[in-house]
T-cell receptor, first 113, second 113 residues
Framework: DQQVKQNSPSLSVQEGRISILNCDYTNSMFDYFLWYKKYPAEGPTFLISISSIKDKNEDGRFTVFLNKSAKHLSLHIVPSQPGDSAVYFCAASGGGSQGNLIFGKGTKLSVKP | NAGVMQNPRHLVRRRGQEARLRCSPMKGHSHVYWYRQLPEEGLKFMVYLQKENIIDESGMPKERFSAEFPKEGPSILRIQQVVRGDSAAYFC???????????FGPGTRLLVL
């Protein structure tokens, strides 16, 4: 059973527009959520995180929104740039785990010039 | 300011051989996590270690896989008698304390022939 789901395998966006990546989770005990960006043949790079006591966290062009009642979070990138093209993973921790992260399967973002 | 280091970056083994993957955490980090990524999948947690202790190995197969994080030196993930299904990318991450942001290494890509 997948506790963290990213239902869109891919997303294509025009440069300068907003990219919205979505993530759903099933375990209401998760208390910390992260987004990672991954290029081929490299390790995941941390982007932004949010604690369950917040509903929004912003860092430059990246904003993460958390809707606990819907068990849903999203990552907004604005404006999108071609260098943002990568696979984005949503991850969660808590819920009885001892610090390990539960990852979604990822969404491949393509930003077209 | 070295990040998480993993070696080798690529490893080729024949069925039945042993694979040893090494991970040096970021400076000041004493918590190490190993994850495995199969093609087209997200990262799956394997094991969480602190210096000289295994904290959580719930994601690691019971047979053939072992991990350690000695007092001195890198953390090692060992796979004995490898099979083709072990072919994957293995990522190590570290954090300064549990439940904190994890930073990932570049991964080791294991290919079993």
């Amino acid at each position: 059973d997948q506790q963290v789901k990213q239902n869109s395998p891919s997303l294509s966006v025009q440069e300068g527009r907003i990219s919205i990546l979505n993530c759903d989770y099933t375990n209401s005990m998760f208390d910390y959520f992260l987004w990672y960006k991954k290029y081929p043949a490299e390790g995941p790079t941390f982007l932004i995180s949010i604690s369950s006591i917040k509903d929004k966290n912003e860092d430059g062009r990246f904003t993460v929104f958390l809707n606990k009642s819907a068990k849903h979070l999203s990552l907004h990138i604005v404006p999108s740039q071609p260098g943002d093209s990568a696979v984005y993973f949503c991850a969660a921790s808590g819920g009885g785990s001892q610090g390990n992260l539960i990852f979604g399967k990822g969404t491949k973002l393509s930003v077209k010039p | 300011n070295a990040g998480v280091m993993q070696n080798p970056r690529h490893l080729v083994r024949r069925r039945g051989q042993e694979a040893r993957l090494r991970c040096s955490p970021m400076k000041g980090h004493s918590h190490v996590y190993w994850y495995r990524q199969l093609p087209e999948e997200g990262l799956k947690f394997m094991v969480y270690l602190q210096k000289e202790n295994i904290i959580d190995e719930s994601g690691m197969p019971k047979e053939r896989f072992s991990a350690e994080f000695p007092k001195e030196g890198p953390s090692i993930l060992r796979i004995q008698q490898v099979v083709r299904g072990d072919s994957a990318a293995y990522f190590c991450a570290s954090s300064p304390i549990p439940q904190e942001t994890q930073y990932f290494g570049p991964g080791t890509r294991l290919l079993v022939l």
